[in-house]
């Protein structure tokens, strides 16, 4: 994620949240985003009816239930698939995390990131203002979600609590940012850092690299594809397009600049190439954030899978157009992080515009589960919004999306990204069940 939502969670910054504890999280965006002073209110109300405070309401998870139901009200449509009792009963509403759960319990984070590197950022020793800039965004956003050092404390230590030991993710992603213009010639997360989380949890994280500009030369840039791939033994790519040259970016359609990379890919058995697509942030254009350049690309190298970050979000229809009229496509992926973040809890109607597009014209085994944490703290609380959230009826009817089903859930929570990084699940449910038995022994 990189854009502002604290401008749009007007009051998160001031509401104080447990980073580690998702229901808190989930419940503050409810309660600071577009519906935020209405689902408030309400939220205080259902406190108030089981005799707690707001603060212990929110962290017990009863404010996050409250919070949702209060959104199906306020809305009028059935969003969010919650139960009374779970806003009003710690039985009901443990029983109801375990039933979910039972029903989609393998869980892919295809987006996932730590964002510090040893020695941090420093503008004018290893920074450009530009560089600081980004920096100061995720800051404010990691102290807003209670991270008191901001990105200082996106670090490896809290990938793993956060992420693997307080949520359900059974396999966590990571994802680079490079843009070494901005950052003293050296990827803002370096791989040697990267590896470190691989080499902490290797059956629980896959690491992909990024930091490929074709725009600084293309022979130094496949020299550092083979050397992802060779040395440090990466599982695929996650690109910007957007980078601070000259030229402000490139094309994955490029024949001269991107095609030698997807070729090489080919030789050195990288399979699975991501982007960030939409979210047109910061300093860079919207241009480049646009995603029609995955469409001569993926009927080009067949034997690739190109896969949309943010599900191009707000740009989403464009990405399910190229399948919705060329049916026959296989290998073009959307991935659904900070997109469905920022809509779920503040515009639950545009969130089910955009996972019922994908869903229909991209297709149930095309959508992949991403939370974009650790920007958004601890991802409990959208694995529980996902695992209830619901198309509702009218919306079904007159846009022929699908119904929500559990075996929906299951695909996008986690069966599609098995499938295309060839995850030994049982090895890693295995794992993770011992990270998180050692971490509450
Ligand atoms: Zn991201």
């Not at 991501?274 to 029609?292: S, V």
């Not at 703290?377 to 694995?383: A, C, H, M, S, V």
Request: hydrophobic share 40%.
């Amino acid at each position: 994620m990189e854009f502002n939502i604290l401008q749009h969670f007007k009051g998160l910054k001031d509401m104080p949240t447990d980073p580690f504890n998702g229901d808190d999280i989930g419940a503050a965006l409810f309660m600071t985003g577009g519906m935020g002073d209405k689902i408030s209110d309400k939220v205080d109300e259902g406190a108030r009816k089981v005799g707690m405070d707001r603060r212990s309401f929110m962290k017990s998870g009863l404010g996050f239930s409250a919070a949702m139901l209060a959104a199906n009200e306020i809305t009028g449509m059935k969003f969010f698939e919650v139960e009374k009792a779970e806003a009003a009963d710690l039985a009901a509403k443990q029983e109801a995390i375990q039933v979910a759960r039972a029903s989609a319990d393998f869980v892919v984070d295809v987006h996932t990131h730590v964002c510090t590197r040893p020695g941090h950022y420093e503008v004018g020793k290893n920074a450009t203002e530009r560089g600081m800039w980004f920096v100061q965004l995720l800051d404010d956003l990691g102290k807003a979600f209670g991270l008191k050092n901001g990105t200082r404390d996106m670090n490896i230590e809290n990938y793993g609590k956060l992420i693997l030991q307080e949520s359900d993710t059974t396999v966590g992603i990571f994802n680079p940012f490079g843009f070494r213009e901005d950052y003293g010639g050296e990827d803002m997360i370096p791989m040697a850092y990267q590896k470190q989380v691989r080499d902490k949890w290797p059956k629980n994280t896959i690491m992909l690299a990024g930091g490929l500009t074709p725009n600084h030369g293309l022979d130094v840039t496949l020299d550092r594809l083979r050397q992802y791939a060779q040395e440090d033994k990466i599982s695929g790519l996650k690109l910007y397009t957007f980078d601070s040259t000259k030229k402000k970016g490139w094309w994955f359609d490029d024949e001269k600049l991107a095609y030698p990379m997807w070729e090489e890919c080919r030789k050195l058995g990288i399979k699975n190439i991501g982007c960030h697509k939409g979210i047109p942030f910061g300093q860079f254009y919207a241009r480049y954030a646009h995603c029609e350049d995955f469409d001569a690309t993926a009927d080009d190298f067949l034997d690739l899978n190109f896969i949309a970050y943010h599900s191009a979000w707000p740009y989403h229809q464009e990405l399910a157009a190229m399948k919705g009229f060329k049916p026959q496509r296989k290998n073009l992926y959307s991935e659904v992080g900070s997109t469905f973040a920022a809509t779920v809890t503040s515009r639950p109607l545009e969130c089910a515009h955009v996972l019922g597009t994908l869903l229909r014209d991209l297709g149930p085994d095309y959508v992949l589960w991403g939370t974009d944490s650790l920007l958004w703290g601890n991802p409990q609380w959208q694995i529980d919004a996902f695992r209830k959230f619901q198309i509702p009826d009218q919306l079904v009817e007159g846009h022929g999306y699908p119904k929500i089903t559990d075996e929906i859930r299951r695909k996008v929570l986690g069966e599609n990204a098995a499938r295309i990084w060839n995850i030994d699940k049982k090895a890693a449910m295995t794992a993770k069940a011992e990270i998180v038995s050692t971490a509450h022994a």
